[in-house]
Nanobody, 123 residues
């Protein structure tokens, strides 16, 4: 099993910045894609940004130019640097990864989720 723990959420004024971090731990053999999702009140969860093992990235149009995703493969961490924050960025942000684990000589490929961290942007 893999555990993902997010940190860095909080309250910030519009135009401000926040940095979210997520650390993966457990019986990890390898991690391929890592991502951040968010879910605003009354809305469906949406993809914010992804980063592959080769550091290639993709962003939702709504955050391009304002958010930057990065990862540290040695530490199994992923970070989301958010700047020029807007009230519409208010949401619970979730860390996600696709990880391969090893148990009794067998490998298992599965998606894992953190519990989320709340980001509130005031106007």
């Amino acid at each position: 099993q893999v555990q993902l723990v997010e940190s860095g959420g909080g309250l910030v004024q519009a135009g401000g910045s926040l940095r979210l971090s997520c650390a993966a731990s457990g019986s990890i053999f390898s991690i391929s894609d890592m991502a951040w999702y968010r879910q605003a009140p009354g809305k469906q969860r949406e993809l914010v940004a992804t980063i592959a093992s080769d550091d290639s990235t993709n962003y939702a149009d709504s955050v391009k130019g304002r958010f930057t995703i990065s990862r540290d493969n040695a530490k199994n961490t992923v970070t989301l640097q958010m700047s020029s924050l807007k009230p519409e960025d208010t949401a619970v942000y979730y860390c996600n990864c696709n990880a391969e684990t090893v148990l009794l000589g067998r490998t298992y490929d599965k998606d894992y989720w953190g519990k989320g961290t709340l980001v509130t942007v005031s106007s």
